[in-house]
């Protein structure tokens, strides 16, 4: 029998404190069930297995994430938004490192709940460059772009990998700066000849 109030839900959000405190690549089920003091095949009663609880954390990572980075948008455009938002992505990262890892798994085709909270997250992106004048294609383009410079860069910082006599907040401030002054610039898509 399962144990009283034990379900799905209360599950994968103990899966993702867990993974914030040990590690996303570190977290077992075994682990889980002693946390939650079950006995581990007590835990398929809600999880399908490992699997399926790293792509559930990662929905709700992504979720988070998402509203994290739409309240961060909210009532600002251009260099602004631009900036608040990369703060409140970095901000996420800092305090949710396996949330966090978790939220870069691609959703599930087959849970719309995940997919949304992805097209969320890339919607305010592309509104952001909407504002630079940014859209289509490009869009595509420049939101790589945002999301390779600004994980990058969380990345290394959390991997301890900025070893250089200087502070960390100067350089993600420089970063930001030069991402708008890129998306600013950002070059139009060259033409196409008339011979195809």
Do not use: C
Request: proline letters at 6%; charged letters at 20%.
């Amino acid at each position: 029998m399962p144990r009283a109030g034990l379900n799905p839900q209360v599950v994968v959000r103990a899966a993702a404190e867990l993974a914030d405190e040990v590690g996303y690549d570190r977290l077992t089920l075994a682990e889980l069930a002693s946390r939650l003091g079950v006995a581990l095949p007590s835990l398929y009663k809600h999880v399908r297995g490992a699997d399926a609880l790293a792509q559930k954390i990662s929905a709700l990572a992504t979720a988070e994430l998402a509203d994290e980075m739409m309240t961060a948008a909210a009532g600002r455009s251009g260099a602004d938004a631009l900036r608040a938002v990369s703060i409140a992505y970095r901000s996420y990262a800092r305090r949710h490192p396996g949330r966090y890892a978790a939220s870069q798994r691609v959703p599930d085709p087959a849970d719309p709940a995940h997919l949304a909270a992805a097209e969320r997250a890339v919607g305010v992106a592309y509104a952001i460059l909407q504002g630079y004048g940014i859209d289509g294609d490009a869009a595509v383009d420049a939101t790589r772009m945002f999301r390779a410079a600004v994980h990058g860069f969380v990345s290394l910082e959390a991997a301890g990998g900025f070893g250089l006599p200087r502070e960390v907040d100067p350089s993600f401030a420089q970063l930001i700066a030069a991402l708008d002054i890129a998306y600013r610039a950002w070059p139009s898509p060259p033409a196409r000849s008339a011979a195809g």
